[in-house]
């Protein structure tokens, strides 16, 4: 961490949502911190307020009670001091891949030289150069993805939050694009909050990776990664980090090889 207060600070945060059976408490008193250049992921059963939460920092979402601060500042309202990625891509089918990353630029007021200039620079580092002027209904579905990323980091906003963002994804190119994630994380000083159903891809990405539970939705457990990077999934370590995590989730790892990696909301 590079200064002594987090980047990200979370204190008792919490949200009801009135239904007809009631009030459903979705987070109940969270803290959290996210440090300067720091992966944190969230993992935990469907419906123990990860996306709520992440709603939250962005500004979507206001919090019953509670404060959320981003380098001190209190968040009130939406796209203050972070960008989202969701696991849609949300493109938007009528601009092509530079019309939509200049579009997310347009409410920082830049000259239109800078903007155009960063979206190239943002188009190119997730490796989209040669489709910048492509629309979206001509890009694969890690295409469009990389193209959201571009969106979110060219608005240079200290934290990205992701949702899911390669849950629509098959294995091979989510792996693929986790190492570019990894890669472009090494050369920004980005921090990433990172909501995820994949353990593999919270023990791949993460410094820490937050266990929520759900009734009502609360932090379980905190569990630093403390393995070196690249990560080998096949590593003893990755391993035991992953028993371990599910054994926090209370879903009991299967015999075999064929450990289960994806949290499916249990029956
Ligand atoms: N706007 C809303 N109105 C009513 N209930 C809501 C609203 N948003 C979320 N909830 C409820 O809050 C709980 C937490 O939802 P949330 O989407 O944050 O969970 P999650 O952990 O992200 O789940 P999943 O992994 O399935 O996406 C759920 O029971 C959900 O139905």
Request: hydrophobic residues 45%.
């Amino acid at each position: 961490m590079s200064s002594a207060s987090p980047l990200l600070r979370l204190r008792a945060v919490s949200k009801s949502f009135t239904l007809d059976t009631g009030r459903f408490r979705a987070l109940d008193e969270i803290d959290l911190d996210l440090a300067e250049h720091e992966i944190v992921a969230l993992i935990g059963p469907s419906g123990c307020g990860k996306s709520t939460l992440l709603r939250a920092i962005a500004g979507l979402e206001r919090p019953d009670s509670g404060t959320i601060r981003i380098a001190g500042h209190e968040i009130t309202r939406a796209g203050q001091e972070s960008a989202m990625v969701f696991q849609d891509h949300r493109l938007l089918p009528w601009l092509t891949v530079r019309g939509n990353v200049e579009l997310a630029l347009e409410p920082l007021g830049l000259p239109a030289a800078e903007r155009s200039r960063r979206a190239r620079d943002y188009i190119a580092l997730v490796g989209l150069a040669d489709f910048a002027e492509s629309f979206p209904r001509q890009l694969s579905g890690g295409m469009a993805q990389r193209a959201a990323i571009a969106r979110a980091l060219a608005v240079e906003t200290r934290i990205v939050l992701m949702d899911e963002p390669f849950g629509a994804l098959d294995s091979l190119l989510r792996a693929r694009l986790q190492e570019e994630l990894l890669k472009i994380w090494q050369r920004h000083r980005v921090s990433i909050l990172i909501v995820t159903h994949d353990i593999e891809e919270a023990i791949y990405l993460a410094d820490r990776i937050v266990v929520m539970q759900p009734d009502p939705g609360h932090i379980h457990e905190v569990v630093t990664v403390d393995l070196p990077r690249p990560r080998l999934r096949e590593s003893a370590a990755f391993s035991a980090l992953r028993g371990r995590l599910l054994h926090g989730l209370s879903v009991e790892p299967e015999p075999a090889e064929h450990l289960p990696t994806t949290l499916e909301p249990v029956a």
